[in-house]
């Protein structure tokens, strides 16, 4: 399964991104997708994650600025980033798992993969 982040870019502090991530290729089912971040000498880090029901989870530096989402029938996973900060500067990786589908239709074995990162940049 591949995922394709876009949306990235360069805007000021206290603006706005709204990053998109596809993926296709042979899926039976998604389950979780995520977004995760790595900022220049910092560990990658949960930013927030939705599972197939619509429950979602926030990394407690983005709470009441970001928000996730995502279309089931598009397989994509979005996330709305408000109020941004300096701090937020990061390449901003997303990810998804669930099951893939074989050649007759029926699932198959899990897949867990990864977006190539788009870079986010709030100056001050």
């Known amino acids: 399964v591949q995922l394709q982040a876009s949306g990235g870019g360069l805007v000021q502090a206290g603006g706005s991104l709204r990053l998109s991530c596809p993926a296709s290729?042979?899926?039976?089912?998604?389950?979780?997708m995520d977004w995760y971040r790595q900022a220049p000498g910092k560990q990658r880090e949960l930013v927030a994650s939705?599972?197939?029901?619509?429950?979602?989870q926030y990394g407690n530096s983005v709470k009441g600025r970001f928000t996730i989402s995502r279309d089931n029938v598009k397989n994509t996973v979005y996330l709305q980033m408000s109020s941004l900060k300096p701090e937020d500067t990061a390449v901003y990786y997303c990810?998804?798992?669930?099951?893939?589908?074989?050649?007759?239709?029926?699932?198959?074995?899990?897949?867990?993969?990864w977006g190539q990162g788009t870079q986010v940049t709030v100056s001050s």
């Open positions: 990810h998804a798992d669930g099951l893939l589908m074989d050649s007759y239709g029926y699932s198959s074995r899990r897949y867990d993969s």
């Open positions: 290729g042979s899926i039976f089912s998604v389950n979780v």
């Open positions: 939705i599972d197939s029901g619509g429950s979602t």
